[in-house]
């Protein structure tokens, strides 16, 4: 089992930047990946990035240039700085872990991101 806590989100004007946090309850040596995923209203739950056990990064389209993840080993945590938010990016994010030899998915309880003036 992998428990997974988020920091918290907030409201953010359109150009601003807010970093997300999720620690993981197991060293995250142990995780295969980790990302972080976004549910806006009305629409499906979307991949935002992600960063596997060796450090690949993968990032959608649409945040690629203003997002970062990465992680820090000693803290089991992984980071998502959002940077030059627009409204677009408003949604409930979450920290999601795929662990085990099955690659089972861990969800974080979610967080929301409102970018808006």
């Known amino acids: 089992q992998v428990q997974l806590v988020e920091s918290e989100g907030g409201l953010v004007q359109p150009g601003g930047s807010l970093r997300l946090s999720c620690k993981a309850s197991?060293?995250?040596?142990?995780?295969?990946?980790m990302g972080w995923y976004r549910q806006a209203p009305g629409k499906q739950r979307e991949l935002v990035a992600s960063i596997t056990s060796r450090g690949t990064r993968n990032y959608a389209d649409s945040v690629k240039g203003r997002f970062t993840i990465s992680r820090d080993n000693a803290v089991n945590t992984v980071y998502l700085q959002m940077n030059s938010l627009k409204p677009e990016d408003t949604a409930v994010y979450y920290c999601?872990?795929?662990?085990?030899?099955?690659?089972?998915?861990?969800w974080g309880q979610g967080t929301q991101v409102t970018v808006s003036s």
């Open positions: 197991v060293t995250i040596f142990r995780i295969n990946a």
């Open positions: 999601n872990a795929k662990a085990g030899s099955g690659w089972a998915d861990y």
